[in-house]
């Protein structure tokens, strides 16, 4: 008798630190249910000094197994980060099968298969093996929605999306453009299209989506998402979002921190884009000139520009600035003296959770990737958009619709692309002093209470979605795999 017998779930992270980490982060969550154990799977390929990190502090029910490293030797030297990454993915589908078949025959079995967002395609192989398959979709539900939707897209229209006429609408979602579209299914004839577009026909394969969104931040989304799939057209999707990280005591010596300690409430604007968003030098001159004619306080996380930056690249976020060569000695000289007292310029990395639940902070201009604007409702911290790439256009589009009401975004951006100081300055000044600042903080604080009732309350949808899936339907499965498949 084996009572634990198939109480097991096999995660499959993709290639990158970046995608390790929030799926260490849902087993950690699954594993809390009683008698659940989990296998993080991740790919040797783009592995970082980062995952040993992340493994440490994992609970013992959680092991980890890694694929053995694949080639990627004979892509072109040019080939997109996305498509080294689905490469990748492909190419380890037969260790992934032969790791799943020996955990099917060991005492422990395998209960339940879930992929992160960049690999449906090895759903097939747990479909293959009877394995029931899960997607955890790190992003929104109106980004998998648009996934989902971009093979209808590449059969209906020939134009680059971008030059789509009318907007994209995407079954309860605010109106797209096309341009507004993930990049890699910007350019047909790059290889990178054709694998993103078969990634939304391999979702389908799966018996649903855990989604990190929660219903009062995409309502109309999830209604509009609920209807198809009952229809059979897409798998059911759960919200079962925000997870993020809670702010913790250790940052409280932190520089940032102290410096924040000494700031009035709600006056500082905090601008940080994420772990590998980068602005030109040309960029950062405009911000730097706006955050100081702005007259507000700011906490700005400073990066290398993008066209001075030797060691930006998608894997790495480390490099602590602390050399003879900072990303502070690329801003306008004098800036820093004449900004000292209102302002903090931080090389490459802050503790940003802990500074978006600082009282100091009353805004946030963020690239908008989703785990840093669910960390700003999380605090209740109304944004700025200025989406780089991924999905955060997508993301901006959605955060600064009256819709959601989250956001404001800078106007005017020159033709080629540079947000002028002027607009910096004006949008700084009116997130933090302004009418439409307000109304957006309004919006950030109800979000934070619906999000806070959505996780924690008894009852809360999220909770309740996450009961019906690991506690429900993955039970299910585990007495399945007991009884023997
Ligand atoms: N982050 C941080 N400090 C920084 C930059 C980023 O702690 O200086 C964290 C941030 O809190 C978030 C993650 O890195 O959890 C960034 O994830 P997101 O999805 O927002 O964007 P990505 O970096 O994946 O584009």
């Known amino acids: 008798r084996n009572e634990r017998r198939g109480q097991h779930v096999v995660l499959l992270a993709s290639p990158g630190a970046g995608h390790l980490l929030p799926v260490a982060e849902l087993a950690r969550r699954i594993v809390e249910h009683d008698g659940f154990t ?64 020996s955990l099917l025959d060991s005492p422990a079995g395998v209960a339940v298969f879930l992929s992160d967002l960049l690999s449906p395609r090895a759903l097939a192989v747990a479909a293959e093996l009877g394995i029931p398959r899960y997607v955890f979709c790190t992003s929104n539900l109106m980004c998998l929605t648009s996934f989902l939707h971009n093979p209808v897209l590449d059969r209906t229209t020939t134009c680059e999306f971008r030059d ?118 040309e960029q950062t001159a405009e911000v ?29 976020v480390s490099g602590d600035g602390d050399g003879e060569d900072s990303p502070t000695n690329y801003l306008p000289e004098g800036f820093l003296e004449r900004t000292k007292g209102t302002g903090l310029a931080v090389p490459m990395w802050a503790p940003q959770v802990e500074i978006l639940n600082h009282r100091a902070v009353g805004g946030f201009v963020s690239h908008c990737g989703w785990n840093s604007t669910l960390e700003a409702v999380a605090a209740g911290v109304p944004m700025v958009a200025w989406p780089l790439y991924a999905e955060q256009r997508m993301n901006a589009v959605m955060l600064s619709s009256s819709r959601a009401g989250l956001a404001l975004r800078p106007s005017n951006a020159r033709e080629d692309g540079v947000v002028t100081r002027d607009e910096v300055a004006a949008v700084a000044k009116e997130l933090i002093t302004g009418e439409k600042g307000a109304a957006a903080r309004r919006k950030a604080r109800e979000l934070r209470e619906a999000a806070a ?28 795999a007991r009884g023997g498949r």
């Open 38 to 101: 989990a296998t993080i799977v991740t790919h040797t390929n783009f592995s970082s000094a980062e995952h040993s990190s992340t493994f440490s502090s994992l609970p013992p029910s959680i092991s980890i197994a890694a694929l053995p490293e694949v080639s990627v030797d004979d892509l072109p030297a040019d080939a997109r980060v996305e498509t080294r990454i689905l490469t990748v993915v492909r190419r380890a589908l037969p260790h992934l099968r032969d790791l799943l078949r």
């Open 288 to 316: 730097a000139a706006g955050l100081e004619a702005s007259g507000q306080r700011f906490l700005w996380v400073v990066r290398y520009p993008s066209d001075k930056d030797k060691t930006a690249s998608y894997f790495s």
């Open 164 to 281: 789509l006429p009318g907007p994209v609408l995407l079954p309860g979602c605010v109106p797209l453009h096309g341009s507004d579209l993930v990049d890699p299914v910007q350019d047909r004839a790059n290889p990178v299209y054709r694998l993103v577009i078969e990634m939304g026909l391999d979702y389908l394969r799966a018996d649903g989506f855990l989604v990190n969104t929660f219903d009062a931040m995409e309502h109309d989304t999830a209604v509009a998402f609920k209807e198809l799939s009952d229809k059979g057209v897409y798998p059911p999707a759960y919200a079962v979002g925000p997870f993020v990280r809670s702010p913790s005591g250790k940052a409280a010596n932190d520089a940032c921190i102290r410096w924040l300690d000494d700031q009035p409430d709600g006056s500082v604007l905090y601008v940080c884009l994420g772990s590998g968003g980068t602005l030109s030098t």
């Open 453 to 480: 009732k959505a996780t924690r309350a008894p009852g809360g949808p999220s909770r309740q979605a996450f009961e019906a899936v690991v506690g429900g339907a993955w039970k299910k499965a585990a007495a399945a």
